[in-house]
């Protein structure tokens, strides 16, 4: 087990300075002027010449990408072009905001999901199944950015019930568990759940529905067990493929939602990302990315680790 | 019935309590605050030398900081002109002209309590020009060294007087300093001793000394710096010290949000969330009125031309084809399409402005005369003229580019153009504008949609028209230029006295429309969404807008 846990953290090595080198590939060949965070549109030549050799654009990219990586490999992800700020600070500080909104909109998403689906599942083929699959279907197909809009429209402008922008009355850093600030998470939170709902809706329903089709629920039965027993039985057995899905759908909103995130202005990883690509911010979107691919990277290993503990089969 | 010592002090400190409580409840129940949507994605850089834009200019630098001179933004209804700011007068070396000698306003004070002197106004230009002072800030200079391209250095004369020195004579100084914001020297020695002892290169403890400045702020303005979050909020208190009593603010506090998506934009004030957000929806515009709320717009100095190609082979070489071009627009019509925001232009500037100089050219809607024009240049609907144009699909000041453009390309249609748009991403347009039109970049285009800031005379006119800004040194894109436009720009540089420079950069901007190296389009106005308890607004002719004189009932 040791020997494959070296083995998994020595492959991620490869695989994450093959994300920093595609990473910084990426945004230094996308056009542009990677100083237009600073330079306004009307700066000369001159001075852009001046400015690209005060913050080493000048240099090689090899040199650039070498230096970068050895000050990264040291915990410095750099500064800001457009702030000054150190892509640290700004980078953890949204993953922190991200988190809270991805663990949210987790929860929703997987007991709507789990309850869609188990309906439909129990319910195969009846109208209660169809709506509920069109409930799911709707979910994974909507464009959220589009639902978060329709949300804002409703629930702020029309009914005024909840604040449609912002991490709290006075920003997420002084973020507290109470109504005045979680009515904040509450729309961006329910938008972002619609899509691990209908993944999970979908995942439980044909779960439900293969489980009740096996031969020891017709044993069940036969012994006379409860339906409320019988149930227990299914959900145990849903539940590993059910959770592993929902840990995966974690690991998708962790990423953050670009789209989201700028709808409702929620400081959290998309909402920088949104920001370092329109600045065209390079040290701050390659930290982000970096810091991304990393919790990707790691939250894999984990999950592999896990899986060998359950089934030592898949060391071999 | 006897009363305890003891019990009585406890009433007494329980009314005491009490009657606190509610005094400062009653405080904070007046407290007068105004909380303002921008369309930033981040808080514009706080410290001195704001980015985003001139939207940076109009919330965390003119609110907080004040310049040697200043625009005045107290009026609507005519251009915004140059004021006195922190120099209270200044004069050109009469036998040299490339000094300017410049009398500070006494009494002025730093956030922080120290003095603006002399000594402040040499350390604010040296954070920009000069790479030996230990102050200087690669990131400020980019925003700030290009508003004010021939200003060299500074130096004290005295306790309230200094010289700044051009590279070449230069009228046009005084114009540029409203872009060099002055920060607090003292207050930035402090946050420099406040950097750790283990930091020990010079360079990197600057560095740390900005960003600690930029998180607690300290410059002259009218309001002061009282909170910040990064990416989420910044918030101002009135500076009941300010030196000038007519913008010595009444509202108590200022909260500024990025809220860069117009429609949450726009849903965050209609729920009450802001006071005051900027470029609101346009579609949402009608229901934002019905709801009560005031929309302020006015012309800004902007404007979104095509700016044409006068390298070899272009169509535009025709002068008959410009102004075919220029009289086959409806301006109405396109700003009836943007509901009503948009500024009709006649030229760079618009003829109410000093800099305007009657041109001959008359920039208005007149198909038929543009139809002429193109018939006498040998075409015809049968044999249209092909032109190129690169555009973006949006961009700062670019306004709503594929609509518009669109609108161009179907109204050429009936004066003999056949419009090829070629549509870029917004950064990579910028950088091919740098470029030129004889870059491979162009890609075939002969004309290209950049829009400009017109404020200063450099920046609306001579980087478009001097054969000194050819690409790569400047945005004269298309080549334009001759002797004659280089006689009326030295002239324009050269005048001292303002008056007679404003008539000879009107003689230069005739001459501009008369040659339309431009379709003249349109000026942004600019519009921001109000609600009704925010008094006291003027929406100037400007991009900027004071929020110190207004008031929150």
């Known amino acids: 087990m040791i020997f494959y846990l070296l083995r998994r953290i020595v492959y991620t090595v490869p695989i994450m300075l093959g994300v920093a080198f595609f990473c910084f590939l990426l945004v230094h060949i996308s056009p542009g002027d990677p100083l237009v965070a600073i ?59 991200t988190l809270m ?60 019930w909840l604040p449609p ?49 096996q031969e020891f629920v017709v044993g069940l039965k036969a012994k006379g067990m409860t339906d409320s027993g019988i149930f227990l039985h299914v959900v145990k057995n849903a539940a590993p493929t059910a959770l592993a899905v929902m840990g995966l759908q974690l690991g998708y909103l962790l990423g953050g939602s670009i789209l989201i995130e700028t709808v409702f202005s929620w400081p959290g990883t998309g909402f920088l990302l949104n920001s370092a690509i329109f600045q065209r911010d390079l040290p701050l979107l390659q930290g982000t990315i970096l810091v991304l691919a990393m919790f990707f990277v790691l939250l894999n290993l984990l999950v592999d680790t896990l899986q060998t503990a359950i089934d030592p089969r898949i060391q071999r | 019935m006897t009363v305890r010592p003891a019990r009585l002090l406890s009433a007494l400190i329980g009314c005491g309590l009490i009657a606190l409580t509610s005094a400062s409840g009653s405080v904070l129940a007046q407290e007068k605050v105004l909380r303002i949507g921008m369309t930033a994605a981040d808080i514009p850089r706080t410290l001195g030398q704001p980015d985003q834009g001139f939207e940076g200019n109009r919330f965390t630098g003119i609110p907080m900081y004040d310049a040697l001179t ?4 107290s009026k609507a209804d005519a251009p915004s002109v140059l004021i006195p700011g922190l120099a209270a007068s200044w004069a050109v070396d009469a036998a040299d002209k490339t000094k300017w000698v410049f009398k500070l306003r006494p009494g002025a004070k730093f956030h922080d309590g120290s003095a603006f002197d002399a ?83 010079p360079a990197e403890r600057a560095k740390q000394a900005w960003v600690a400045f930029a998180a607690d702020a300290s410059g002259t303005g009218p309001f ?164 190129k144009v690169q555009v973006s699909a949006s961009g700062s000041g670019q306004m709503q580019p594929l609509p518009m453009n669109e609108y161009l390309q179907e109204s050429l249609r009936q004066c003999y153009f ?60 298309g080549f334009f230029g001759n002797d004659e436009f280089d006689a009326l720009i030295a002239t324009a540089r050269t005048t001292f006295e303002d008056k007679e420079r404003d008539a000879a950069l009107a003689r230069l901007h005739a001459r501009i429309v008369e040659e339309a190296p431009f379709v003249f389009v349109a000026h942004d106005v600019g519009p921001r969404a109000m609600s009704p308890k925010v008094k006291g607004v003027v929406q100037p002719k400007s991009w900027f807008i004071d929020i110190a004189p207004m008031r929150v009932e």
Request: with cysteine; proline share 7%.
């Open chain 1, 101 to 160: 909104l991805a663990c949210l909109a987790t929860l929703i998403g997987f007991l709507l999901g789990s309850l869609f689906g188990f309906v439909a599942g129990y319910f195969s083929n009846s109208w209660v199944d169809r709506a509920a699959s069109a409930l799911s279907v709707l979910g994974v197909s909507v464009p959220h950015y589009w639902l978060g809009m329709v949300m804002v429209i409703v629930f702020s402008a029309w009914l005024g």
């Open chain 2, 70 to 73: 200043q625009w005045d933004l």
């Open chain 2, 119 to 201: 000594d402040a106004v040499v350390w604010n230009v040296q954070k920009v020009l000069d790479k030996d002072a230990r102050h200087f800030d690669a990131s400020q200079v980019g925003v700030t060294a290009s508003r004010m391209p021939t200003l060299r250095s500074a130096r004290k004369i005295d306790e309230l007087t200094v010289e700044l020195t051009t590279s070449e004579p230069d009228s046009f100084l005084p114009l540029n300093l409203t872009n060099l914001f002055m920060a607090s020297p003292a207050h930035w020695e402090a946050k420099l001793k406040a950097v750790p002892a283990s930091v020990t290169d």
């Open chain 2, 418 to 477: 056949d419009v090829e748009l070629d549509v870029l991403e917004w950064n990579t347009l910028f950088t091919n504008w740098r470029r030129g039109a004889k870059d491979p970049s162009a890609s075939g285009a002969n004309a290209i949609n950049v829009t400009a800031a017109t404020m200063d005379p450099f920046f609306a006119m001579v980087r478009f028209v001097s054969t000194k800004t050819f690409p790569p040194v400047s945005n004269n894109w």
């Open chain 1, 39 to 97: 330079l306004p549109p009307d700066a000369s030549v001159e001075l852009q010449r001046q400015l690209m050799t005060l913050y080493g654009f000048d240099r090689s990219w090899p040199e650039q990408f070498f230096g970068w990586l050895w000050r990264a490999l040291q915990g410095d992800l750099g500064t800001s072009i457009a702030t000054g700020r150190p892509v640290a600070d700004e980078v953890f500080r949204a993953v922190g905001n």
């Open chain 2, 224 to 387: 002061k710096m009282s909170r910040f979050v990064p990416r989420e909020r910044l918030e101002v208190v009135k500076n009941t010290a300010y030196w000038d009593p007519k913008r010595t603010p009444t509202i108590d506090k200022v909260v500024m949000l990025p809220l860069p998506e117009a429609n949450a934009r726009t849903a965050a004030l209609l729920s009450g969330q802001v006071d005051w957000i900027e470029a609101p929806a346009p579609d949402a515009i009608p229901q934002i009125k019905s709801r009560g709320f005031t929309v302020y717009s006015n012309p800004q100095p902007h404007i979104w031309p095509w700016q044409l190609s006068f390298a070899e082979g272009s169509p535009w070489l025709d002068k008959r084809v410009r102004h075919a071009a220029n009289l086959c627009i409806n301006r109405g019509e396109l700003k009836e399409l943007l509901g009503g925001m948009m500024g009709e232009a006649k030229g760079i500037v618009s003829p109410d402005h000093p800099w305007w100089g009657n041109p001959s050219f008359d920039v208005k809607f007149d198909p038929d005369a543009a139809r002429k024009l193109m018939a006498e240049a040998g075409h015809s609907a049968a044999k249209p003229l092909k032109v």
């Open chain 1, 165 to 213: 922008t912002g991490a709290g009355p006075g920003g997420s850093d002084q973020w507290a568990w109470d109504w005045a600030h979680i009515q904040y998470m509450v729309l961006p939170a329910v938008t972002m759940s619609v899509i691990p709902m209908g993944i999970i809706a979908r995942t439980v329903r044909a779960l439900v529905a293969d489980i009740l089709a």
